[in-house]
């Protein structure tokens, strides 16, 4: 009997933890959440005319959205802005400020998705694509960015060969080869679903971040429907992004040779070398990163809970000769490919770490230990 008491208390306590968690601290997180003004009055009350965030979708972009859920769009793409600590996402130009719950209150189903093979798509509608665009990039992704891996649905389509105003041109990436295509209802609901994603106002526990002008989020001009471009990396990042990689590739003077040990595709060599996809030391503190591509690294080190004990001499042909510039960017650039996402360094912040090393002897190489600030 005794036993059955103890049996009994036991399932009572699972099943009310587990309550607790999922469902009552579910709704203390989320459950109370209403739209809200962007600011509220002094007193915490709702001003009388305020408009209130976020707001509905149009019943068109209702229906978008369980297209979108339904082809599985959200297996890649992500619909949330990272808390700015975490993430890089508002200084890459993919919102202008974190996401936040309120943001998904009158969503049926919250397309947040947790993977990023794309771009996150949580303030799409912002980037000024026109519809044309986004239905050529629905019918054809790979006509516009001919390496991209998003899927095409040309199944949403109808080949025309007389077309009217509302169908879409299709040109080749390369310009030849028009076709005509008239979207189905579904198409016209996706783009408009598409279109709706937006989050451009500011609510009372979340404001915009503030950015410094030349890395102005706001709207890229993209309207030329034929560019091939992909918004999801600014100007300014990818030309620091692509002089890295070339830093990274290059096995010559000026170069890093990075690629012959950590590998073209950042995986490293288990056991030998190890990966920069990935890697917290990567995504980690900057001065660490930045202290290493100028000394190396030797000694027992820990990535993503491998060890490695092995010798990287101070990187750059001939050693240790990489300047401010080509460290920047190659950091920037291991830190933004691969599935790695996390701030860019700049050449200033390379030349004040350089500084405080003022002194230390070219070839001393760091050591794990050094690196890690005592407990
Ligand atoms: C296999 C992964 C994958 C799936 C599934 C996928 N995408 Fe993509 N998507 C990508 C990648 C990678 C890119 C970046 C390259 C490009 O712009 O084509 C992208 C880009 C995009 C862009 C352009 C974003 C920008 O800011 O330039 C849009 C819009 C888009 N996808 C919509 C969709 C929709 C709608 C679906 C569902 C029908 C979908 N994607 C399914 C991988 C995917
Ligand atoms: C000759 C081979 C070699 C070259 C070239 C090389 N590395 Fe390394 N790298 C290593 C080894 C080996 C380690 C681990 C050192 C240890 O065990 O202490 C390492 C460690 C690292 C780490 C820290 C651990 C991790 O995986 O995140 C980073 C970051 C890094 N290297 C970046 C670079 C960059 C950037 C370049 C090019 C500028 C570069 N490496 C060039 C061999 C190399």
New binding site residues.
């Given amino acids: 009997m005794n036993n059955l008491a103890k049996f009994t208390i036991g399932i009572f306590l699972t099943l009310g933890i587990a309550w607790l968690a999922f469902v009552v601290g579910a709704r203390e997180q989320y459950g109370d959440l209403v739209p809200s003004p962007q600011v509220l009055d002094e007193d915490g009350s709702i001003p009388a005319d305020a408009d209130l965030f976020p707001v509905d979708l149009t019943g068109m972009a209702k229906q978008g959205a369980e297209e979108y859920a339904s082809l599985g769009c959200v297996t890649c793409h992500t619909q949330q802005v990272r808390r700015v600590e975490t993430g890089f996402d508002v200084e890459r130009g993919w919102g202008m400020r974190p996401s936040v719950p309120r943001d998904y209150v009158l969503q049926d189903h919250v397309l947040l998705g947790n993977s990023r093979i794309g771009p996150d798509l949580a303030n799409l509608g912002l980037r000024e694509y026109s519809d044309e665009w986004l239905h050529q990039h629905l019918f054809e992704p790979q006509s516009i960015i001919p390496s991209s891996l998003c899927p095409p649905s040309p199944y949403l389509y109808q080949e025309i060969d007389e077309p009217v105003p509302s169908d879409i041109e299709i040109t080749g990436a390369d310009g030849d080869d028009v076709r005509n295509v008239r979207p189905s209802i579904r198409a016209n609901r996706l783009v408009s679903y598409l279109q709706s994603l937006k989050q451009d106002y500011e609510l009372p526990e979340v404001a915009f971040v503030e950015q410094p002008a030349d890395k102005e989020i706001a709207t890229q001009e993209i309207k030329d429907t034929t560019a091939i471009v992909s918004s999801s990396v600014p100007d300014w990042l990818q030309q620091q992004m692509d002089a890295g990689k070339e ?2 590739m290059k096995a010559a003077a000026g ?8 590998q073209p595709n950042g995986e ?1 060599m288990a056991g ?5 996809a990935g ?4 995504l980690g503190d900057k001065e660490r ?1 930045i202290k ?2 100028m000394y ?6 820990e ?1 993503n809970g491998v060890k ?6 101070p ?2 042909i001939p050693p240790g000769s ?1 300047t401010d510039d ?2 920047a960017n ?2 920037t650039y ?1 830190r933004n490919v691969w599935g790695n996402s996390a701030s860019a360094v700049s050449a200033e912040e390379v030349a004040a770490v350089r500084a405080s090393l003022e002194g230390r002897a070219p070839m001393q190489m760091f ?2 230990a050094e690196l890690t600030p005592a407990e």
Avoid: K, R
């Avoid at 030998?272 to 920069?276: A, C, G, I, N």
């Avoid at 490695?308 to 001499?313: D, E, F, G, Q």
């Fill in positions: 830093v990274y170069g890093g040779m990075c690629f012959t040990c950590h490293g030998q070398f190890p990966p920069l890697s917290d030391w990567v990163l290493i591509s190396g690294l030797m000694g027992e080190i990535v490695y004990n092995n010798v990287m001499a990187p750059g990489l080509q460290i190659v950091l291991i050591t794990a």
